[in-house]
């Protein structure tokens, strides 16, 4: 059995847009916590329910990981179906992840989306920021996995 690669199913104009944006939020959320790795757990920590600084560190490395592994689903890339499906499921669970956080942490002086390098509060805006992204990446999924005929369509008769 070979594994076969595609770049998956075709996507609408609006349906690639929907995903840019989606990739480029997630990479500039990415770029932002790379640049000030050494204080992202620290940030991460002060969100987190847990307290366990050791546990912080791992989960922060993680965090940037699977959000590295979402952007080759957004940006359609060519793409085995296993590693398509595991892929779309890093972006479903980082923008689960990001929207518990903000939500979950309107209190905090950084919600850590972009770690130390740009300081947004928890609130209304680490919230909204939160649920564009998920309903931007809620749109892609949406998108790649609804069935584009239609039943009631007369097809041309072949002869």
């Known amino acids: 059995m070979s594994v076969q690669a595609t770049y998956g199913a075709p996507r609408t104009p609006t349906g690639k847009i929907v995903s840019t944006i989606a990739a480029a939020m997630i990479a500039s959320m990415l770029l932002a916590q790379l640049f000030s790795f050494e204080d992202f757990a620290v ?20 965090i940037v990981a699977v959000e590295l592994l979402a952007l080759p689903y957004l940006l ?16 479903i669970a980082i923008a689960l992840f990001w929207l518990m956080i903000t939500l979950t942490n309107a209190h905090a002086q950084n ?6 390098t740009i300081n947004v509060s928890g609130g209304i805006i680490a919230a909204l920021w939160a649920f564009i992204i998920s309903a931007l990446i809620a749109a892609t999924i949406y998108g790649d996995t609804r069935d584009r005929s239609n039943p009631l369509e007369k097809k041309p008769k072949l002869r």
């Not at 940030?43 to 490395?61: H, Q, R």
Request: proline share 2%; hydrophobic share 55%; glycine share 4%.
């Open 76 to 91: 359609s890339m060519y793409l085995s179906m296993l590693m398509r499906i595991t892929c779309a499921s890093a972006a």
């Open 111 to 116: 919600s850590a989306l972009f770690s130390t």
């Open 43 to 62: 940030t991460l920590g002060a969100v987190l329910p847990f307290n366990d600084m050791v546990a912080t560190k791992v989960f922060a490395a993680g």
